[in-house]
């Protein structure tokens, strides 16, 4: 990886939530135990990779409830829905990075999304879902791939990937 993602060290640890409460605007930033990263094959068009990042990410906090904060509501008192409780990391690289990351993820057995180039000639979930039930997963036609783990086993699976520009 070209870069990665540091923040500054802090007593505070990812167990304990970020609300309003443990965190205010000049506390230091938290320092994750977890990662979640969304690795982007690198010849996709501005929207696929977009699309590809919206889909990937979708499915980590409907399996992994913890990976949600809270809810969100502004000085009115509206509310909103609430929101990963950390960043989520975009990475990219060819098509051989991905089959890696790919294969990486499988043999670390950590949560993982896929998305390949046969949905984006779908139009629904059902038909996203045939499209990847067709093919044998080595010969997947990746164009992405979401992890979420311990940060030192998303770091290995994402070994080779460049953080998106």
């Known amino acids: 990886m070209q870069r990665t993602y540091k923040t500054r060290t802090s007593p505070v640890r990812q167990s ?8 205010t605007p000049d506390s230091p930033p938290v320092r994750f135990d977890t990662k979640i990263a969304v690795l982007l094959r690198d ?11 919206a889909f990937l990410v979708s499915g980590l906090g409907t399996r992994l409830p913890e990976t949600i904060g809270e809810p969100y509501a502004d000085a009115d008192g509206t509310p909103y829905l609430p929101l990963f409780r950390q960043p989520v990391l975009v990475f990219e690289g060819g098509k051989e990075v991905l089959r890696a990351a790919h ?40 164009v992405g791939l979401a992890v979420y783990g311990p940060r030192n086993a998303v770091d290995k699976i994402l070994k080779g990937a460049r953080m998106h520009p």
Do not use: I, K, Y
């Not at 304990?16 to 965190?23: F, I, K, L, P, W």
């Not at 896929?114 to 879902?129: I, K």
């Open 103 to 142: 294969t990486r993820a499988l043999s670390r057995d950590v949560p993982r999304a896929v998305f390949t180039s046969d949905m984006f000639r779908t139009g629904n979930d059902a038909d996203n879902r045939a499209a990847v039930r067709a093919v044998p997963g080595a010969d997947l036609d990746l």
């Open 16 to 23: 304990q939530s970020m609300t309003s409460d443990s965190m």
């Open 43 to 53: 010849d996709l068009e501005t929207w696929q990779r977009l699309n590809v990042t």
